[in-house]
């Protein structure tokens, strides 16, 4: 059932469904399933694949852009960040098969196996329905984050743009506020507010004051207009 619904997720029926159960299998998962195949070959054909459709895509949308710009852009779009992102966003974390005590320590939502499986599936599609297939799937997926990294708007370290921005007004400080915590000690979340020359522009919650104040930064940009409210 999970082949299926990831099938009909991301718009594509494989001729050889073993190809996409081995791109959602995680290396955990055969600590405790011996039998299994885990995704890390598919993982490595993928990254090649999404370098290979990205830098043709890039090289013809923008024929006025030098090599070392093109680089940048790809190298931006291919990170872990972005694709990490996409996964989440598609909850492509719940189809994985991973071991009891990977799942149980937040595997679903880590950002490298979120990223690596969705080269691992990128592989799979590739291997299944060809270079046009893998071409329709990578674009579809990753159109908003190129559309943003062509356009200097693919951010994911939210602090360091915002202290950009606001260097350019002489004077202004900015400050990020713990607000509260919630939760027990192994479990807290924490509220943090975002402070700009004393006055409110963003808030933000994580497991940690890190995550939630890279959350508080993001929504002071959407509130400067530098980022677009995803």
Not at 19 to 41: G, P
Not at 143 to 165: H, M, P, R, S
Not at 186 to 191: C, D
Request: charged share 30%; glycine share 8%.
């Amino acid at each position: 059932m999970e082949v299926k619904s990831l099938e009909k997720k991301i718009g594509y029926k494989f001729n050889d469904r073993a190809l996409i159960k081995t791109a959602i299998t995680h290396s955990s998962f055969i600590n405790e399933k011996s039998h299994a195949r885990n995704n890390e070959r598919l993982e490595f054909l993928g990254d090649a694949v999404l370098e290979l459709v990205i830098s043709e895509y890039l090289y013809n949308k923008f024929p006025e852009r030098l090599e070392g710009e093109l680089t940048k852009i790809r190298a931006k779009i291919v990170c872990t960040e972005s694709l990490s992102n996409v996964s989440a966003n598609n909850n492509f974390g719940r189809y994985i098969y991973m071991g009891k005590g990977e799942e149980n320590t937040g595997g679903r939502e880590r950002k490298s196996i979120l990223a690596n499986t969705f080269e691992a599936i990128t592989g799979a599609v590739y291997l299944d329905g060809g270079i046009d297939e893998a071409r329709k799937f990578i674009l579809h997926f990753l159109k908003k984050n190129i559309n943003d990294a062509t356009n200097g708007k693919l951010v994911f370290d939210y602090k360091t743009k915002l202290q950009e921005v606001v260097q350019q007004s002489q004077g202004s400080v900015i400050e990020y506020i713990v607000e509260k915590e919630t939760g027990p000690e192994h479990n807290k979340i924490f509220y943090v507010s975002l402070l700009l020359d004393s006055k409110l522009i963003g808030r933000g919650s994580g497991k940690n004051k890190k995550e939630a104040e890279q959350k508080a930064a993001y929504y002071g940009l959407v509130h400067l207009g530098v980022l677009n409210e995803k």
